[in-house]
């Protein structure tokens, strides 16, 4: 109840408030007049830190909530984030730190870290040295997506083609090349392609633990690898990797001609593929080769990759084995044996288990008369001598002498004394023909005939010189022997003369009487002539 109030003429007075609308007025008053001389006070007690940001690596924002002693929330100025201190360190590796900042988002706090290493850190936030509630706290950190242009590719030092399948490591990392480990989902973000000039091939990537493994088949050595992330290339790509032939799959003997002329160098060649067709380099071929030949009617001096057998061989069958030396080629040497008759030959020839056979027509080996020659010396002398004769084919191709029977194509005359006294095969299948020079002056000419027809220079005539020292041996001899033949006339003419003497001395003395015969007297002319 408000109390009674007087009345006085001619002097107004103020109306009387109540009581309870001044008491009201003066605790609001109060009230208002506490909170803004609070506004400035933040206890750290009462303040929190709150993450607003994906845990990635990159931009980290965190909201602060600035409260005073009795809870009421503090609007955010310049005056008050200068008293905030903020700091990151990596738990793992504790001298990776980053400060952080503390700023206004209106009148809110927001503490921004900018953190680039994956993993574990620790956040330390203060305001006047003194730790914010809950702090320090930690927050752990993923990986940002795989950054194409920080992918690697651990590709082997050699591939190998063939169909065989490639396998190969992959390194992926972030943009701020952070390792980023294996997922399904990432592992589907790659494209993996090989590619040659018979088409490509897809591949894929997949997780094997946390790393990312490719996979795709190589058939050609000729082949680039392409391989991107997200629809984008990796740096590199496409990659240009060492690619070899797989192991040998397919050989191939090959002659350079179906028929060749006998005694004619054969070259072949041997090729390899692996099971995509791929050409073997020689230095691949690092197993063992085993050769055989087969022959009819001739015998053959292979030279295998620059090793030489002895022609002619023993056998008609050869087998050789050995480990393949890089060369481009092999050489067959065909050589000719009996009558210059056409042969064929059949060559295996066997690497890793694998087979190739090939055969070739041997053609026989026609004697050119005028790429042959006979080797003659300048003179001749007395006694036995020897000439070699070349024969060769119209390729100038030497023809070997194997046997007696290939004489029967060359025709020998020789001029009179003298005498050819043999046709044999030497060393290395040179033909070579025995003469005996009969005189000791003049002129020894010998004709040489192939199928007929005469050798260049056919007939060729050598001098044969005089020689003293052979003249003086066969005068002696001459004349040992014609003494040695008088002495033995004079022996036998004196044999025969003692005999016939003896002969008559037996007759007289048959007729002379016996001294002891006493009926026939001895006179004195009877004894004179018995003695005489």
Known sequence: ????????????????????????????????????????????????????????????NFSLSALDELDRPVSCTDQLISRFQALAIHATNTNTQHSGK?????????????????????????????????????????????????LQMH?????????????????????????????????SNFHVMIRSSDGSQNGEVKCVGTRFVGHVQVDKVESMLYVNYSGKSAKGSPFQPEIVPGPAAHIQLLFSQASTPAGQALPYTLKATDASNNPLP???????????????????????????????????????????????????????????????????????????????????????????????????????????????????LFIPCLSAQNWTHIALNVSSPHRIVSRECGAQGTWVVGLQVMN??????????????????????????FDDVGLAIGMVASLVAILAFSLLVALIHIGLRLHARNQEAASRHQDIPSCFDHDVPLSPMMIDSYFV
């Open 440 to 465: 000791q002056s003049g002129v020894l000419e010998m004709g040489v005939f192939v199928d007929g027809v005469p050798l260049v220079g056919s007939p060729f005539r050598v001098p044969v010189a």
């Open 1 to 60: 109840a408000f109390p009674a109030q007087s009345v006085r003429m001619g002097t107004p007075r103020l109306p009387q408030l109540p009581f309870a609308c001044i008491l009201y007025f003066s605790i609001f008053c109060a009230m208002h007049s506490c909170a803004f001389a609070a506004s400035g006070d933040i206890l750290p007690a009462n303040t929190t830190l709150h993450l607003i940001t994906s845990p990635t690596v990159g931009t980290v």
């Open 282 to 396: 020689c230095t691949q071929l690092t197993n063992t080769l085993t050769v055989q030949f087969n022959l009819s009617g001739i015998t053959a001096q292979p030279i295998i990759f620059g090793r030489a057998l002895p022609c002619p061989l023993d056998t008609e069958s050869y087998e050789l084995k050995g480990v393949l030396e890089c060369n481009a080629t092999g050489v067959l040497d065909v050589c000719v044996k009996g009558n210059h008759g056409a042969a064929k030959v059949n060559v295996s020839v066997s690497l890793g288990g694998l087979e190739s056979d090939q055969k070739v027509h041997v053609m026989p080996a026609q004697p050119s008369p005028s790429k042959s020659k006979l080797t003659l010396p300048a003179t001749f002398h007395l006694g036995p001598a020897q000439i070699s004769l070349d024969l060769r084919t119209s390729q100038n």
């Open 102 to 150: 503390v700023s206004c988002n209106g009148n809110n706090f927001t503490s921004m870290f900018r953190l680039t290493n994956s993993g574990r850190w620790i956040i330390h936030v203060e305001y006047d040295d003194t730790p914010i509630s809950g702090t320090p706290s930690s927050i752990t950190l993923s990986t940002d997506d795989i950054s194409p242009n920080s």
């Open 155 to 187: 590709l082997p030092s050699v591939i190998s083609a063939g169909g065989s399948q490639l396998q190969w490591n992959i390194t992926a990392k972030d943009q701020y090349l952070n390792v980023v480990p294996c997922n399904a989902s990432k592992a």
